[in-house]
């Protein structure tokens, strides 16, 4: 398989939240505005490509009992990294995302392409991989958040582009949507590309 | 520091907050798990316990040992590797004490260690600076709230397993609009607590 293999299959074929339905907590949470959840997706690529790399580098000399463990901590070492990183460049929206930035280690996606991928592949395979399934990620939470904010603030990252003649849907801004709006992806998504596949 | 009784806390947690339905927290083993009672009961007594248990370890650790030594930024490894050991011990404890306990709630407890209800408790508490009371109280709250939301959620799923669902939405999609459902049910309660 050639690199851009590896990277379609990551980011669309085997999307981690369509298909594999991981990573759902954060992809419901930072999608109220889109500049949340650019940099929440920013962050979840970066570290799912470098704990991918460092993950798949030691993966000969893991041992098989201790070997989540080990995991866990690359991918928490990372995202302390992102962490400090926006605390120091981007205070403001380190403190909107709270503890969603922290939450990526617990994010499934990590997990699940480290054990799936990861542990069985070279380095850089395996840095592309986690690029490709950041990719895929971020596109899903640009989507849903693209409807929210419109909706709900009538703005695009920020930039209020609907009057005041448009009604602002406060729903958008809360809970219950999050859950209607990924729940629309993922019908509009299985109808259209994975039903025939099935038959 | 803000003054607020435990025990409202832990009424928010459960009602106005609750920890999945408005913070989304725990939704990997709330989706793959909802799908029988007695298994949704299990897990999510386990969690009760785990979290509770693991507040409580994480508020020692934090301001006795993070906030001295000044290395708060360790703080995500420091509570991953804390969860991760309290869950083995009370697994190690469990099978000792209660071999019966341990077979209904045993399988469930390496699931734990990555559901991140558990991780995100420790965070909120840092965040919001509670005392050690407020903590246990937001922890039992959040675990209780979780354990309802799924037990709600599988009861749901179990009524409609035989019903017709468009073929795109089965599995993950209808969830997902069953829970979101019942995400604005406890929107009903938001406004009346106010805990942050």
Known sequence: ?199 | MIDIHPFIIFLAAIFTSNILLSNFLGMCSFLSISKEVEASLGLGMAVVFVTVLTAAVNYVVYYQILVPFEIVYLQYIIFIIVIAATVQLTEIFIERFSPALYYSLGIFLPLITVNCAIFGVALFMIIRKYTFMQTIGFAAGSGIGWLLAIMALAGIRQRIKEKMVPAGLQGAGITLIITGIMALAFVGFSGSVIIQ
Not at chain 1, 64 to 81: D, E, F, Y
Not at chain 1, 93 to 114: D, E, F, H
């Open chain 1, 1 to 199: 398989m050639t690199k851009i293999d590896i990277f379609r299959e990551a980011a669309f074929k085997e999307n981690s939240v369509w298909r594999q339905v991981l990573g759902i907590c954060s992809a419901l949470a930072v999608t109220n505005f889109m500049r949340n959840s650019l940099i929440m997706g920013l962050g979840v690529m970066f570290s799912l490509a470098l704990s991918g790399f460092t993950i798949s580098l030691i993966r000969n000399h893991t041992p098989r009992s201790v070997r989540m463990m080990v995991q866990t901590l690359i991918i928490a070492s990372w995202v302390i990294i992102v962490d400090l990183f926006l605390k120091a460049y981007i205070p403001d929206a380190s403190k909107q995302l709270g503890p969603y930035v922290g939450l990526i280690i617990t994010n499934c996606i990590l997990m699940g392409r480290a054990e799936a991928f990861a542990a069985k592949n070279t380095p850089l395979d395996s840095m592309v991989d986690g690029i490709g399934a950041g990719f895929g990620y971020t596109f899903v939470l640009l989507i849903i958040s693209l409807f929210r904010e419109v909706l709900g603030f009538g703005s695009v990252f920020g930039f209020t582009f609907l009057g005041d003649w448009w009604p602002r849907w406060s729903i958008m801004a809360m809970a219950p949507s999050a859950f209607f709006m990924l729940s629309i992806l993922f019908w509009y998504i299985h109808q259209k590309y994975y039903i025939q596949v099935k038959k």
